[in-house]
């Protein structure tokens, strides 16, 4: 296989790697954000934050019963993500609401997700065409 053949695997094996992010149906723990939990639990978006168990100084601090616990983050940049167990375990046992109804929907297809499909499938085109031809 020459160069440019081993350049367009790598790529393809790069946005195999990328996708299953950019997928929410791959997503296993189907999180949710603090927009999320405001709707779940109709709080504001003060209280959500008021009752996430977040701390200036420590990024990932110990898990607290008391308070509704995010899940571990790389960066204090990163956004508040919950786990839906964890936002009905809050809203059950902390805020006293007897049922909890959680539904996750799936968001629809971004315009990244749909270019990288296009990108690859391209990228497989170009794979054919170079095994096809013979080396020199």
């Given at each position: 296989?020459?160069?440019?053949?081993?350049?367009?695997?790598g790529?393809?094996?790069?946005?195999?790697?990328?996708?299953?992010?950019?997928?929410?149906?791959?997503?296993?723990?189907?999180?949710?954000?603090?927009?999320?939990?405001?709707?779940?639990?109709?709080?504001?978006?003060?209280?959500?934050?008021?009752?996430?168990?977040?701390?200036?100084?420590?990024?990932?601090?110990?898990?607290?019963?008391?308070?509704?616990?995010?899940?571990?983050?790389?960066?204090?940049?990163?956004?508040?993500?919950?786990?839906?167990?964890?936002?009905?375990?809050?809203?059950?046992?902390?805020?006293?609401?007897?049922?909890?109804?959680?539904?996750?929907?799936?968001?629809?297809?971004?315009?990244?997700?749909?270019?990288?499909?296009?990108?690859l499938?391209?990228?497989?085109?170009?794979?054919?065409?170079?095994e096809?031809?013979?080396?020199?």
């Open positions: 296989m020459s160069d440019l053949a081993n350049v367009f695997d790529i393809t094996t790069a946005i195999h790697t990328i996708e299953p992010q950019l997928s929410p149906e791959t997503d296993p723990q189907n999180l949710m954000t603090v927009e999320s939990v405001q709707k779940v639990l109709n709080r504001s978006r003060a209280s959500v934050y008021r009752y996430a168990n977040t701390d200036a100084l420590i990024l990932n601090p110990p898990f607290d019963h008391t308070r509704l616990n995010p899940e571990s983050r790389q960066h204090k940049e990163d956004p508040l993500m919950f786990h839906p167990n964890e936002v009905a375990r809050f809203a059950q046992d902390v805020l006293g609401i007897k049922q909890v109804t959680i539904e996750i929907s799936q968001s629809p297809e971004t315009l990244t997700h749909q270019l990288l499909r296009q990108v499938e391209e990228l497989k085109i170009i794979r054919e065409l170079i096809k031809s013979p080396e020199p």
